[in-house]
């Protein structure tokens, strides 16, 4: 099994074998459990049971463009900002959610959002950190994050993706979103038919 970790919280996996995938990841767990899987390869019942029992973020087959780091590194934040070509953006998001997309840029940020800050971003985004209670972020399009949100977010694009506590205030396409439907598992909310829809990741996509 060959690994390669293309970020601080993105592990790259290529899934050959299942006892060696289980066998790594249960004794790598406590490095692992907040970074987001990317498993390149066929994924099979097995493997996906696996990840799903241990609450791991994961998703399958899609690539992403690394850049140069726009900030210096520092021990107390790190922020990776990845500018896609518009065809690969689209083949991420189809992977994902099978929307249609307009054309827009990906921004990759592993940045914990702290009470009193607010974030405002004009394309899509992948948060790999939480949000705290005070935290804000406004944005116009795409978001999944990978970690808790106690904080408040304001998405105006086709879904997001996120897991919320009780305390968070989520409002999508200016409509105040019931906590009791995001908490304890990651999950889709999206815009179909002038409806919002809420559905969890892990049945629709291979997220964990």
């Not at 210096?72 to 994902?96: C, F, G, H, L």
């Not at 399009?141 to 990978?146: A, D, H, K, M």
Request: glycine letters at 4%; proline letters at 2%.
């Amino acid at each position: 099994m060959k690994t390669k970790q293309s970020s601080i919280k993105v592990l790259d996996v290529t899934l050959s074998n299942n006892d060696e995938f289980i066998t790594y990841f249960d004794k790598n767990y406590a490095i692992f459990q907040h970074h987001l899987i990317v498993i390149n390869g066929e994924m099979n019942s097995i493997i996906e049971e696996y990840l799903n029992t241990r609450n791991l973020n994961f998703i399958v087959n899609v690539v992403f463009q690394k850049a140069k780091f726009q900030t210096p590194i520092t021990s107390n934040a790190v922020s990776e900002k990845i500018k896609e070509p518009i065809k690969e953006i689209e083949k991420i998001v189809e992977k994902i959610v099978e929307v249609p997309r307009a054309k827009t840029t990906l921004k990759v940020l592993d940045k914990l959002i702290r009470s009193g800050q607010e974030l405002n971003i004009q394309s899509d985004l992948l948060l790999l950190n939480r949000v705290n209670s005070g935290g804000t972020i406004n944005i116009k399009g795409n978001l999944i994050i990978t970690e808790i949100v106690e904080g408040s977010i304001r998405c105006h694009g086709d879904f997001m993706m996120l897991k919320a506590s009780p305390k968070a205030n989520i409002v999508f396409h200016d409509v105040e979103v019931d906590n009791s439907y995001l908490s304890e598992r990651l999950n889709r909310v999206e815009l179909k038919n002038n409806e919002i829809t809420i559905t969890p990741v892990l049945k629709e996509t291979k997220w964990g």
